[in-house]
C-alpha cells in the first residue's frame, strides 16, 4: 500500500483540527488565542487544499472544527458572563 501525499496532509489536518478543538476552550490570560487558533487555521488550510480529491473521509475536518470553535466561544462566553455576574 502506498501512502499519498493527501493521505499524509490528511493526517495532518485531522491531528491539528483535534489539538483546536481540545486546547481551544483555555482561555487563562487568553492563551487559546497562541495555543489552539493557528493549529485551526492551518488545519482549515490543509482541508482547503485536499478537499477536492474525491474522498469522504475529509468531511470530518470541518466538522472538527466547528466543534471547536464552538466550544472556544462557547467557553469565552461563559467566562466572560461569569466575570460580569459575580464581581
Same mark, same amino acid.
Given at each position: ?8 496532509? /490528511?493526517?495532518? &489536518? ?14 487563562? $490570560?487568553? &492563551? &487559546? =488565542? /497562541?495555543?489552539? $487558533?493557528? /493549529?485551526?487555521? &492551518?488545519? =482549515? /488550510? ?33 467566562? $466572560? ?7
Amino acid at each position: 500500500m502506498k501512502i499519498a501525499k493527501n493521505d499524509i496532509l /490528511f493526517t495532518l &489536518a485531522l491531528v491539528f483540527a483535534l489539538w483546536f478543538t481540545t486546547t481551544g476552550i483555555f482561555w487563562v $490570560y487568553w &492563551a &487559546a =488565542l /497562541f495555543v489552539a $487558533y493557528p /493549529f485551526g487555521i &492551518a488545519s =482549515l /488550510f490543509i482541508w482547503q487544499n485536499i478537499k477536492n480529491d474525491g474522498k469522504k473521509r475529509n468531511k470530518i475536518i470541518p466538522i472538527v472544527l466547528i466543534i471547536g470553535l464552538l466550544c472556544s466561544i462557547g467557553m469565552l462566553a461563559w467566562i $466572560y458572563i461569569q466575570r460580569n455576574i459575580v464581581p
